[in-house]
């Protein structure tokens, strides 16, 4: 996506005319590169969210309202003494470039008026967030820089903030500009043009040439070529305040993929939005959600991994043991054939031949011996390994059991990691995994996590929750449930417990129908066509004799066939 000078300069043009003057009110920050300013501006309240992750730097009001950490981080507690409470005098942009600068006023302990500059350097890998005092020294920084060989800064408390150098030409030195197209010989002009002026995105470059009516693959440039490139770069700088100034999304199978300040060429699917805060919202909250998601997960699906690999390790040697323990009778059978043929065989032998008395044809069986022993010992040995085994069995046996039914349980964590957004959910997975033996268990942190909500829906005046993972299923299914609320879950897949809450009246099949197939959407069978569901009233459940928290067992229930389907418009907020 085109996050570059001139997005953000339309951009911030928005925020100007939505935030200017506005009072911060409360500072957050909910992740370790991210911060919220609750602003009160022009009668509303604005969450501003301020991101410089490497891979989704962004800025923008509304999105996700995230959970902040139970203890805030240095730079927020160092935000949160000097700027919450400050007003908010003007947004703009510093050296023509993707750094966004909040000039704040606010006052000191003294209440002494102070001034501060929230700077946003939204630069990709670069990306980071300043606040400095009224002398340009910094105050503090999320990202602490010693010094940066590439960007010749040093980013520390203490140290004078300077703009990262530009070998570049500005895009507003339209002179130097006109100069530099002179001198074009190359065959690529976008290319050209972003390597030599700044703060251009090369699909931006693409966009003005094409607007320009120039062929992108030309040799060279006539003065009118050049002429009309500098008027369309000038609109283009200064967009959001001509005709132009259109923001749009490009959706992809109904996702949103990028966000423009105007209708790009070689786009089909453009959906006009009512500003470009709301393009960017649409396109980067949910990108941002799902790598949030997953680097914060990546340590439970690591350990689930390694968990399944353990318990089918383990299930299939024992299954070897079985094997061998199957050969039980044969070492009981020669025991008693060498008893019987003991006057023929010798200490020292190395094997004996003899009668096979338990085939129908009686015929000759080769039985290995222990040359070191005798005859009697041989048999014996044959008995206590006929017995050894026995017990064997009957161990193994009986462990392939448990075994099964802890990886039938572990393999039912694999949907709520899926399905786990907040840090509460992730810690209770993460306590689960512990106690399989996936994780280390630690000491409780009751202070520091509450126990996470189901999903709620209403579907014509009835509520159904949803289990997000199994310590959420058994409190659902067996605390929160009637007998006479309907459960269901899906056959023979892994998903969550539904409930549908009857309060005494008679559930209409519409809505079971819709409770299933919200069932089946929660499940690991979310992306087939048709899912099986089985439902049946409360009562008719009973807890697995294993004990493990989600699991069941049930034998009277009806079934349905139905599509999964998230069904967003019945969500509803958990009571």
Same mark, same amino acid.
């Given at each position: 996506?085109?996050?570059? +000078?001139?997005?953000?300069?339309?951009?911030?043009?928005?925020?100007?005319?939505?935030?200017?003057?506005?009072?911060?009110?409360?500072?957050?920050?909910?992740?370790?590169?991210?911060?919220?300013?609750?602003?009160?501006?022009?009668?509303?309240?604005?969450?501003?969210?301020?991101?410089?992750?490497?891979?989704? #730097?962004?800025?923008?009001?509304? =999105?996700?309202?995230?959970?902040?950490?139970?203890?805030?981080?240095? %730079?927020?507690?160092?935000?949160?003494?000097?700027?919450?409470?400050?007003?908010?005098?003007?947004?703009?942009?510093?050296?023509?470039?993707?750094?966004?600068?909040?000039?704040?006023?606010?006052?000191?302990?003294?209440?002494?008026?102070?001034? %501060?500059?929230?700077?946003?350097?939204?630069?990709?890998?670069?990306?980071?967030?300043?606040?400095?005092?009224?002398?340009?020294?910094?105050?503090?920084?999320?990202?602490?820089?010693?010094?940066?060989?590439?960007? $010749?800064?040093?980013?520390?408390?203490?140290?004078?903030?300077?703009?990262?150098?530009?070998?570049?030409?500005?895009?507003?030195?339209?002179?130097?500009?006109?100069?530099?197209?002179?001198?074009?010989?190359?065959?690529?002009?976008?290319?050209?043009?972003?390597?030599?002026?700044?703060?251009?995105?090369?699909?931006?470059?693409?966009?003005?040439?094409?607007?320009?009516?120039?062929?992108?693959?030309?040799?060279?440039?006539?003065?009118?070529?050049?002429?009309?490139?500098?008027?369309?770069?000038?609109?283009?700088?200064?967009?959001?305040?001509?005709?132009?100034?259109?923001?749009?999304?490009?959706?992809?199978?109904?996702?949103?993929?990028?966000?423009?300040?105007?209708?790009?060429? =070689?786009?089909?699917?453009?959906?006009?939005?009512?500003?470009?805060?709301?393009?960017?919202?649409?396109?980067?909250?949910?990108?941002?959600?799902?790598?949030?998601?997953?680097?914060?997960?990546? %340590?439970?699906?690591?350990? +689930?991994?390694?968990?399944? !690999?353990?318990?089918?390790?383990?299930?299939?040697?024992?299954?070897?043991?079985?094997?061998?323990?199957?050969?039980?009778?044969?070492?009981?059978? +020669?025991?008693?054939?060498?008893?019987?043929?003991?006057?023929?065989?010798?200490?020292?032998?190395?094997?004996?031949?003899?009668?096979?008395?338990?085939?129908?044809?009686?015929?000759?069986?080769?039985?290995?011996?222990?040359?070191?022993?005798?005859?009697?010992?041989?048999?014996?040995?044959?008995?206590?390994?006929?017995? $050894?085994?026995?017990?064997?069995?009957?161990?193994?046996?009986?462990?392939?059991?448990?075994?099964?039914?802890?990886?039938?349980?572990?393999?039912?964590?694999? #949907?709520?990691?899926?399905?786990?957004?907040?840090?509460?959910?992730?810690?209770?997975?993460?306590?689960?995994?512990?106690?399989?033996?996936?994780?280390?268990?630690?000491?409780?942190?009751?202070?520091?996590?509450?126990?996470?909500? #189901?999903?709620?829906?209403?579907?014509?005046?009835?509520?159904?929750?949803?289990?997000?993972?199994?310590?959420?299923?058994?409190?659902?299914?067996?605390?929160?449930?009637?007998?006479?609320?309907?459960?269901?879950?899906?056959?023979?897949?892994? =998903?969550?417990?539904?409930?549908?809450?009857?309060?005494?009246?008679?559930?209409?099949?519409?809505?079971?129908?819709?409770?299933?197939?919200?069932?089946?959407?929660?499940?690991?069978?979310?992306?087939?066509?048709?899912?099986?569901?089985? +439902?049946?009233?409360?009562?008719?459940?009973?807890?697995?004799?294993?004990? !493990?928290?989600?699991?069941?067992?049930?034998?009277?229930? !009806?079934?349905?066939?139905?599509?999964?389907?998230?069904?967003?418009? %019945?969500?509803?907020?958990?009571?």
């Amino acid at each position: 996506m085109p996050n570059d +000078y001139i997005t953000i300069k339309a951009l911030v043009c928005e925020l100007n005319n939505n935030l200017c003057g506005g009072k911060i009110d409360k500072v957050n920050m909910p992740e370790k590169d991210e911060i919220t300013l609750l602003i009160r501006a022009n009668g509303k309240n604005h969450n501003l969210t301020v991101s410089c992750n490497a891979n989704n #730097p962004r800025m923008h009001i509304g =999105g996700d309202k995230k959970q902040n950490p139970a203890s805030a981080p240095s %730079f927020c507690m160092h935000l949160r003494k000097h700027i919450t409470g400050g007003i908010i005098n003007d947004i703009s942009l510093l050296g023509e470039d993707r750094i966004v600068c909040f000039d704040i006023t606010a006052h000191n302990e003294m209440r002494d008026e102070v001034k %501060f500059r929230l700077i946003a350097e939204m630069m990709g890998r670069y990306s980071n967030i300043l606040l400095l005092k009224n002398n340009d020294v910094i105050s503090d920084t999320l990202k602490q820089v010693s010094y940066d060989t590439m960007t $010749k800064r040093c980013l520390l408390a203490g140290a004078k903030y300077t703009l990262p150098p530009q070998s570049k030409l500005l895009p507003s030195d339209a002179e130097g500009i006109r100069q530099l197209l002179m001198s074009y010989n190359s065959s690529d002009l976008s290319t050209y043009l972003i390597s030599n002026v700044s703060g251009l995105a090369l699909i931006t470059a693409k966009q003005i040439v094409a607007q320009s009516g120039i062929d992108n693959s030309c040799d060279s440039l006539t003065n009118d070529d050049i002429s009309r490139l500098l008027s369309t770069l000038k609109t283009y700088l200064d967009i959001n305040n001509t005709n132009k100034y259109a923001p749009c999304v490009f959706r992809d199978k109904g996702v949103c993929k990028d966000f423009f300040v105007t209708p790009y060429y =070689g786009f089909d699917d453009m959906q006009k939005t009512s500003s470009l805060n709301e393009a960017v919202v649409l396109c980067t909250v949910e990108k941002d959600r799902e790598e949030r998601k997953a680097e914060k997960t990546k %340590f439970l699906k690591k350990a +689930y991994d390694s968990l399944i !690999k353990k318990l089918n390790g383990k299930l299939a040697k024992d299954h070897e043991k079985l094997t061998e323990c199957e050969q039980t009778e044969n070492l009981k059978k +020669y025991g008693e054939l060498i008893l019987s043929n003991i006057y023929l065989i010798e200490k020292g032998d190395k094997e004996a031949v003899v009668k096979d008395y338990y085939s129908p044809d009686c015929a000759d069986v080769k039985i290995k011996l222990d040359e070191r022993l005798t005859p009697q010992q041989n048999a014996q040995a044959y008995f206590k390994k006929y017995a $050894k085994l026995k017990r064997t069995y009957e161990v193994v046996t009986k462990q392939i059991a448990e075994l099964k039914d802890t990886l039938e349980y572990a393999q039912s964590v694999a #949907p709520a990691i899926a399905l786990c957004s907040t840090d509460d959910e992730i810690e209770e997975i993460r306590q689960e995994l512990a106690e399989l033996g996936a994780l280390k268990k630690i000491k409780s942190q009751k202070n520091k996590y509450k126990p996470s909500q #189901p999903v709620a829906y209403e579907v014509d005046d009835f509520v159904i929750l949803v289990g997000k993972n199994n310590l959420q299923n058994e409190k659902l299914t067996f605390k929160v449930a009637n007998g006479s609320d309907l459960w269901i879950h899906t056959q023979k897949v892994h =998903g969550s417990h539904t409930v549908i809450f009857a309060e005494g009246r008679e559930i209409p099949d519409k809505v079971i129908q819709t409770g299933c197939e919200i069932a089946a959407y929660y499940s690991q069978g979310k992306s087939g066509d048709k899912i099986a569901c089985d +439902y049946t009233q409360r009562r008719n459940l009973k807890r697995h004799p294993s004990g !493990k928290p989600g699991m069941v067992l049930y034998t009277t229930y !009806k079934t349905a066939i139905v599509t999964p389907d998230e069904h967003r418009e %019945f969500l509803t907020k958990f009571d």
